[in-house]
């Protein structure tokens, strides 16, 4: 079956700088690649997603690049604010399953 | 729309009692997936439905655990009995296969088990 990993688990940043968040995973037939962003005591939501015909998409500050021959991808959040500050997590869809499967997680930081 | 509703928000119960948990999809999504969150785990999925037909259950930790989607606007997950570590945040998600891969949340169950 389908192996997301996620890196890091944890991520400190100050108010302004970047924070990247990496993922991989292991099908290479996975075609769906959604970002989720919770807040402490919320529920998951999507921030971002990108399909497996598109290399970059870009959204305000966040951003998500996909490498299929590497099976990685990447969130990037650019000019951070404490706002950011919350767990998020990748995910990876395959058609033929109809489900997600999450990573394990980042709590992102940031200080003011 | 209201979104997708779970009910209760908060229970606590004792070792050995059953507990039901229900969800509300939002209305014309065709999928439905209940997830289990733990700080050691993270985010799993325990099983879901398509059309109200389970199509993966290979997430339910044992047999206590069940899962049924009477109809298109209902579902429920049942622990019978229930243990302590199946303490955790419970949350039911719909979306709607085909046209979208979105995958909406509700605000979860928050259950402890004495």
């Known amino acids: 079956g389908e192996n997301v990993e996620q890196h890091p688990s944890t991520l400190s940043v100050q108010e302004g700088d970047s924070a990247v968040i990496k993922c991989t995973y292991s099908d290479s037939a996975s075609n769906y690649f959604p970002w989720y962003k919770q807040e402490l005591g919320k529920r998951p939501q999507l921030i971002i997603d990108?399909?497996?015909?598109?290399g970059e998409k870009k959204d305000q500050r966040i951003a998500v690049t996909l490498n299929k021959t590497a099976k990685h991808f990447s969130l990037h959040i650019t000019e951070t604010q404490p706002e950011d500050s919350a767990v998020y997590f990748c995910a990876v869809y395959k058609g033929s399953q109809g489900n997600l499967i999450f990573g394990k997680g980042t709590k992102l930081s940031v200080k003011p | 729309d209201a979104g997708v509703i779970q009910s209760p928000r908060h229970e606590v119960t004792e070792m050995g009692q059953e507990v039901t948990l229900r969800c509300k999809p939002i209305?014309?999504?065709?999928?439905l997936f209940w997830y289990r969150q733990t700080m050691m785990r993270g985010l799993e999925l325990l099983i879901y439905?398509?059309?109200?037909?389970?199509?993966?259950d290979s997430g339910m930790p044992e047999d206590r655990f069940s899962a049924k989607m009477p109809n298109a606007s209902f579902s429920t997950l049942k622990i019978q009995p229930s243990e302590p570590r199946d303490s955790a945040v419970y949350f039911c998600?719909?979306?709607?296969?085909?046209?979208?891969?979105?995958?909406?949340f509700g605000p979860g169950t928050r259950l402890t088990v004495l």
């Open positions: 990108i399909r497996s015909n598109v």
């Open positions: 209305s014309g999504h065709n999928s």
């Open positions: 998600a719909s979306s709607t296969q085909g046209a979208s891969f979105e995958q909406f």
């Open positions: 439905f398509n059309n109200n037909v389970p199509i993966d």
